[in-house]
């Protein structure tokens, strides 16, 4: 990708003035007509940071989405999430015909300021995924988003009174927690991707052991091991323990527990040379964590092959 200029889109008025958009009816939450945006071929590619939250459905794109690091999986996939703060990168093709539709919901934070929503929304790691795959939809599924959608723009393009607010906070609320079921069925759904890196966490877990790097860097940390399958380590965590029921840390943990009892099983090191070899600092760490996780010491597990 060409060199990009960046933009700081700091409220939805202006957002909507560059996409050539009408004024909203209210500056701290927008419905937008997908179909009413105008891409402009000026300035492609372009990066921008918004300071408010987007949701939408997007059909028919012309252009490459770049979030986080690398390219966002549209391949099946039509809603999208972003957070404030964060980097959006987008390359129109300009020989491309594009006939989009969907749309946008914009909320700044000051309009879920002082709500339950403002402390859950952080809960939801669709927003903040280093790597992205965007949320297909059945028919069925896109008609429930849909519907929660008229329902807030329907309180919208009334006056924002108490009651309206209170409403249209309640439906957000539902969007994103219909939005995390489909998130987790996409999970399990989309298998051999998924499958892929459950093998790849495998390899470089293996490779941490087997090649001794455990032993001159310490245990992997989730975001090393998130880092090298080129995830988020929310969307990793999130993802392994809807296949697994475990998560990253515990994946790792595992890990440990199954070198050290090979090592235990296998060789005459004692449990001080085995810690070491497996990035503990301290025998008395070792031994405590595996007590932990296995119910024996490791001297108990060694003497149960006797």
């Known amino acids: 990708m060409a060199q990009s200029k960046q933009l700081h889109i700091k409220t939805i008025t202006e957002f909507h003035r560059l996409m ?40 028919g794109l012309n252009f490459k989405l770049l979030y986080g690091q690398q390219e966002y999986d549209f391949d099946e996939g039509i809603m999208f999430f972003l957070a404030p703060g964060q980097v959006l990168k987008v390359e129109i093709d300009q020989n491309a015909v594009s006939e989009h539709s969907g749309w946008l919901l914009l909320i700044h934070p000051d309009f879920i300021w002082n709500t339950t929503l403002a402390k859950s929304i952080k809960k939801y790691h669709f927003f903040n995924y280093s790597v992205n795959e965007s949320l297909f939809l059945s028919q069925k599924e896109e008609a429930v988003i ?24 309640a439906q957000l609320e539902v969007l994103l927690n219909y939005a995390e079921r489909f998130y987790q069925r996409q999970f399990l759904t989309r298998r051999k991707a998924n499958h892929k890196i459950l093998e790849n966490l495998e390899i ?73 070899e497996l990035g503990f600092e301290h025998p008395q760490s070792f031994s405590k964590f595996f007590k932990t996780k296995t119910s024996l010491t490791p001297l108990e597990f060694r003497n149960s092959f006797n």
């Open 146 to 169: 849909d519907n929660i959608i008229q329902n807030v723009q329907q309180e919208y393009h009334s006056n924002i009174d108490k009651f309206s607010h209170d409403i249209i906070i």
């Open 204 to 276: 470089i877990l293996n490779d941490y052991f087997d090649n001794e790097k455990v032993h001159s860097k310490g245990l992997p940390t989730v975001n090393e091991i998130a880092e090298k399958l080129n995830v988020s380590p929310n969307y990793l965590s999130e993802l392994l323990k809807v296949l697994t029921a475990q998560n990253t840390q515990q994946h790792i943990h595992q890990k440990v527990i199954e070198k050290a009892k090979l090592k235990l099983s296998t060789t005459n090191l004692s449990a001080s040379e085995i810690a070491y």
């Open 20 to 59: 050539g958009l009408p004024q909203p009816e209210n500056p701290l939450i927008s419905i937008v007509d997908y179909a009413k945006v105008q891409h402009s071929h000026e300035n492609n590619p372009i990066s921008a940071i918004f300071d408010f939250y987007s949701i939408s459905i997007k059909r």
